[in-house]
């Protein structure tokens, strides 16, 4: 009998995850998918980064989305009240200590939210500093992702 690989099955696992988001988005009439989808104990995870920004990502209601922007200068903007996402906890900043010119912003900011009901939202962060004492251009400036929130289980 042969066995299937840990690799195999962990991908085998998750297919169900990425179909779902792709379904969504091709019910929506959207482009994009997310960078990446991985499950916590009971819940889909939704990984988003820089890369992503600009784009419309459809999920299901119960997924989680975690945003990691690659400076720490991002500041996340709050999500609306009431509406179809839900800031979990503060983001967290974590620096890059080795390596790293003083100034120049290396590390994370990752935010996290709860697609909680059906609709559309807009997660989105500003940073003003660039770099190492650069002020952003047009655009570098700006993260802005639309999420729209599809029912479903999960």
Do not use: K
């Amino acid at each position: 009998m042969i066995r299937p690989s840990r690799r195999r099955l962990r991908f085998l696992g998750r297919l169900p995850i990425v179909a779902t988001a792709l379904l969504a988005s091709a019910c929506s009439g959207q482009t994009g998918t997310a960078t990446s989808t991985t499950r916590s104990p009971g819940l889909p995870v939704v990984h988003l980064s820089v890369t992503d920004a600009g784009r419309t990502v459809a999920v299901v209601d119960g997924v989680r989305l975690v945003v990691a922007l690659d400076s720490t200068y991002w500041m996340f903007r709050p999500v609306a009240a009431g509406g179809v996402l839900r800031a979990v906890g503060r983001p967290r900043v974590v620096p890059q200590l080795g390596h790293c010119v003083p100034g120049q912003g290396c590390g994370t900011v990752t935010a996290e939210f709860a697609a909680t009901g059906t609709g559309s939202a807009t997660v989105e962060a500003t940073r003003t500093t660039c770099g190492e004492a650069l002020r952003c251009t047009a655009g570098q400036g700006d993260y802005r992702v639309q999420v729209l929130v599809h029912g479903g289980s999960t």
